[in-house]
């Protein structure tokens, strides 16, 4: 079986494996009793493992993944408490502007349109789009899409890269929903012909779901993760230092392999923008 390895624009191989999800973090850091720390909340979109999720394989109510293993090295850096919450991804630059959020993490890229409402760290990860439909149903580029009924998650940027494809490909039906698990859902009772979600999600999803394939399609517009902050939020670049930091010393790395695998399955019929380079790390 071929297998590529492929390094998506700069940052690192992203794909992921969570079949079985290990080692998961606490997602809050309250059961310091500083009376100084001050409390910060992250509200997340947990329905899009490796990045956020509830490990329910623990049992617990917990949110866990990438993102929030980030957001607890930059807390702990930073002297910070964390409180996580949740929201759909829909309403969380709403819950920024309602000061009902800090700072948001969900795996969320930083666009134009998002920029007038929001501040943005640097990027931290990178993902590419895919479509995801039956095996055997040949959707592979977005011109196979023509006359399909495609999903798509509600105000993420895979619904705006839908309509830019539906300007081009002919009668496009779009289908945005609000969590990705329904529109996965949707797909397998093919309500839906297929969907546009990213590279690093669309792989944990396929693992549980054989009946599934995805093949990488070209971005359409800005891709990867920075994390959302108030508009003039002096945080960003606190923040900005604990990411660097990160890079540098390699924490980043190793969450990113504590959660994602380096490689993508057989099949990938697109290549990716970025040119292809060895993996930073096998
Ligand atoms: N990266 C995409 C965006 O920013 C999708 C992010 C979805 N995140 C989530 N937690 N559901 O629009």
Redesign the pocket.
Known sequence: MKRRKLILSGLFAVSLATTTIVGCSNQSASNSNDPNKKLLTLV?????PP??FYDTASGGRTIVGFDIDIANYIAKELGLELKVQESD?NGLIPAIQANRADFVM????PTDERKKNVDFSTLYFQ?QDTIVAPVGSNLKKPEDLAGKRVGV?L????EGNAKKIAEKVKGIEIKPLNK?PEIVQEVKAKRIDGAII?NTIAEGFLKANPDLEFTLIPNEGPSG?AIAFPKGSPRVADFNKVLQKMKENGELDRLAKKWFSQSIPPSPAASPSASPSPSPSK
């Open positions: 997340t979109s947990p329905d899009y990045y956020e991804f969900a795996g969320m890229t993902a998650q105000g993420s940027i895979q990705i990213e993760s």
